[in-house]
């Protein structure tokens, strides 16, 4: 499929996105209920290399079919009544990849993709996109992106930056010791320049300097990872303290919305402690 016709489809993913959830009727019918539902879902979209190589088909194609997957899943969490969504679009460590695998990606892939959407999004008058009002936002570290890619993002970070629907994620370039170690720096040269004192230095201190400062729900309570991997692959490693974890034994292009109700259900059957102990 050429990659307007892919980019087309994404669009037309998006574009189906429910003005509001289902009815707790609905939810109740599908054993999940309203007032346990996660506010941010984190996804390790892993398998889409592997899902092309088993059809005799290029990397780049994978990706493709992960890209329609990506727009569903925007679609199940504003269906379902998620509030965030991140998806580890990219990782510090995936720049080790074949040169030509990177190139397709941070130009072709992600630069096309938000230009093209975003694009749509700012001629339109009224639409279910637009009427919708997702949110979109980019974490990871943008320095050594290609420019034209930058600024397709601050683009679309600054178009949709007032909408309060679903507040999409995608981690570029991202890794959860990058996070932690960028905080680090921050507070201490904060503390080098008299601002804070080393007593000063707390968990809420350090939520303050992460790439997911801006979120509303910055912590994941539910990570979901496909492929049968049982590992988060340094993702938000400090985020992730207490988030409920579901691996999921297929390749992300093969997620569908009964592979996300069935996380949902197994979320809200787990006693989230927090180190605690109820009797």
């Given at each position: 499929?050429?990659?307007?016709?892919?980019?087309?489809?994404?669009?037309?993913?998006?574009?189906?996105?429910?003005?509001?959830?289902?009815?707790?009727?609905?939810?109740?019918?599908?054993?999940?209920?309203?007032?346990?539902?996660?506010?941010?879902?984190?996804?390790?979209?892993?398998?889409?290399?592997?899902?092309?190589?088993?059809?005799?088909?290029?990397?780049?194609?994978?990706?493709?079919?992960?890209?329609?997957?990506?727009?569903?899943?925007?679609?199940?969490?504003?269906?379902?009544?998620?509030?965030?969504?991140?998806?580890?679009?990219?990782?510090?460590?995936?720049?080790?990849?074949?040169?030509?695998?990177?190139?397709?990606?941070?130009?072709?892939?992600?630069?096309?993709l938000i230009h093209d959407f975003m694009r749509d999004i700012a001629r339109c008058t009224?639409?279910?996109?637009?009427?919708?009002?997702?949110?979109?936002?980019?974490?990871?570290?943008?320095?050594?992106?290609?420019?034209?890619?930058?600024?397709?993002?601050?683009?679309?970070?600054?178009?949709?930056?007032?909408?309060?629907?679903?507040?999409?994620?995608?981690?570029?370039?991202?890794?959860?010791?990058?996070?932690?170690?960028?905080?680090?720096?921050?507070?201490?040269?904060?503390?080098?320049?008299?601002?804070?004192?080393?007593?000063?230095?707390?968990?809420?201190?350090?939520?303050?300097?992460?790439?997911?400062?801006?979120?509303?729900?910055?912590?994941?309570?539910?990570?979901?990872?496909?492929?049968?991997?049982?590992?988060?692959?340094?993702?938000?490693?400090?985020?992730?303290?207490?988030?409920?974890?579901?691996?999921?034994?297929?390749?992300?292009?093969?997620?569908?919305?009964?592979?996300?109700?069935?996380?949902?259900?197994?979320?809200?059957?787990?006693?989230?402690?927090?180190?605690?102990?109820?009797?």
């Amino acid at each position: 499929m050429p990659l307007s016709n892919s980019i087309l489809m994404f669009r037309r993913q998006f574009c189906k996105l429910p003005f509001g959830v289902i009815s707790k009727e609905e939810l109740l019918i599908e054993g999940l209920q309203p007032e346990l539902m996660p506010k941010h879902v984190a996804i390790i979209p892993d398998g889409n290399r592997r899902w092309a190589k088993e059809r005799g088909l290029s990397p780049e194609k994978g990706h493709e079919a992960g890209k329609k997957v990506l727009g569903d899943l925007c679609r199940y969490c504003s269906k379902w009544g998620v509030k965030v969504l991140s998806a580890y679009a990219f990782s510090t460590e995936n720049w080790s990849r074949p040169k030509a695998e990177v190139t397709f990606l941070m130009t072709s892939y992600f630069e096309g993709l938000i230009h093209d959407f975003m694009r749509d999004i700012a001629r339109c008058t009224y639409s279910n996109v637009c009427r919708y009002g997702m949110k979109m936002s980019v974490i990871g570290d943008k320095s050594n992106l290609p420019n034209s890619l930058k600024e397709a993002i601050n683009h679309a970070e600054e178009t949709t930056k007032d909408n309060t629907g679903l507040h999409f994620v995608a981690a570029l370039n991202y890794g959860g010791r990058y996070d932690i170690i960028q905080a680090t720096k921050k507070i201490a040269a904060k503390v080098k320049d008299g601002v804070i004192q080393l007593e000063d230095i707390n968990d809420k201190l350090i939520d303050t300097e992460l790439e997911t400062k801006y979120l509303e729900y910055p912590n994941p309570d539910l990570l979901i990872r496909t492929s049968g991997e049982l590992r988060i692959s340094n993702y938000m490693l400090w985020q992730l303290a207490y988030s409920e974890f579901c691996f999921v034994d297929k390749f992300f292009p093969e997620l569908d919305e009964a592979d996300f109700v069935a996380a949902l259900r197994s979320f809200q059957r787990r006693q989230r402690r927090y180190g605690g102990h109820k009797i």
